[in-house]
């Protein structure tokens, strides 16, 4: 039973891959908290991954786009449009690099793969909400969020140019943040996520010693994928209004930790 959080509002979740990906605990928590979505993934994901059983289990219309292609994203975000009159809110769960993927070392990057890391998991949000922006089609006071990971910030062996994408993806929520707050109230933030176990997370190598040493640090564990969904809801609901540019720590207070005992 949820609280009627999203009553009456519309979304769309791009990045629901299968049952364990974060974008999926949202999207059934959205619509537990009476929100109408549209769901999105690239066209080879949705041909793999389960993203049609959650569609109807959701009653949710699928709609093919893979972000790094303008008109996929065009046509996704006016169909919506058409659809929704207006869009209250998007999550923003993408994620790949294919030089981790290949387990390329850090010190050994290729360059094409590391341009398509940044254009799938950072310029991505760029064209999204410029798309958005274009086709009036955010709804006043709408809110934007994408996941993002404190290797931002600090460095993590393993996680490679998702480092970088993750910077800049920070750096373009604060960027079109402050010109969508002025055009029309609109709301842009990144959650920074606990490590969580999902096809995409796993991919990061010694992501075990990722997740339990995280575990360890923080006072309150590490977050689940269900409660990253339930913070989403809260920042997809009218109680989080002021809320925008931000860079929201999701990590049992992993992030403010130095040593513990
Ligand atoms: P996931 O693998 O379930 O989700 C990643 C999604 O990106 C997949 O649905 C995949 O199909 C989609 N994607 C990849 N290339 C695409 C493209 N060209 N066009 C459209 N979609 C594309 O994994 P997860 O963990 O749920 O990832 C979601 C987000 O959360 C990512 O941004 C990830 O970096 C972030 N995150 C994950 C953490 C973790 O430990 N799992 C921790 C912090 C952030």
């Not at 709804?139 to 480092?163: F, H, K, P």
């Amino acid at each position: 039973m949820g609280y009627g959080l999203l009553k009456g509002k519309k979304g769309i979740i791009f990045g629901a891959l299968d049952n364990r990906s974060i974008a999926w605990k949202v999207a059934e928590k959205c619509a537990e908290e009476g929100a109408e979505i549209i769901l999105t993934n690239a066209p080879v994901a949705l041909r793999m991954g389960g993203i049609k059983e959650l569609g109807e289990k959701l009653n949710a219309e699928i709609i093919p786009a893979d972000v790094t292609v303008m008109e996929d994203i065009e046509n996704l975000v006016s169909t919506a449009k058409s659809k929704f009159g207006g869009i209250d809110f998007v999550l923003h769960s993408v994620g790949m690099s294919p030089n981790v993927r290949k387990g390329r070392d850090y010190t050994n990057l290729n360059y094409e793969f590391y341009h398509k890391t940044l254009d799938i998991s950072a310029m991505s949000l760029h064209r999204l909400l410029q798309t958005c922006y274009k086709l009036d089609a955010l709804n006043e006071y709408a809110s934007v969020i994408a996941l993002t990971y404190i290797a931002a910030q600090r460095t993590y062996t393993g996680y490679g140019d998702m480092a970088e994408a993750k910077a800049m993806l920070e750096s373009i929520a604060r960027s079109f943040g402050h010109h969508y707050g002025k055009h029309k109230n609109v709301r842009v933030n990144t959650i920074s996520q606990s490590p969580t176990v999902t096809t995409a997370g796993s991919g990061v190598e010694g992501f075990e010693d990722f997740i339990s040493n995280a575990d360890k640090l923080s006072p309150l564990g590490n977050a689940t994928a269900e409660e990253c969904a339930n913070y989403c809801v809260s920042m997809f609901s009218d109680l989080t209004r002021k809320v925008t540019m931000q860079n929201l720590f999701h990590d049992g207070g992993y992030s403010s930790m130095g040593a513990a005992e």
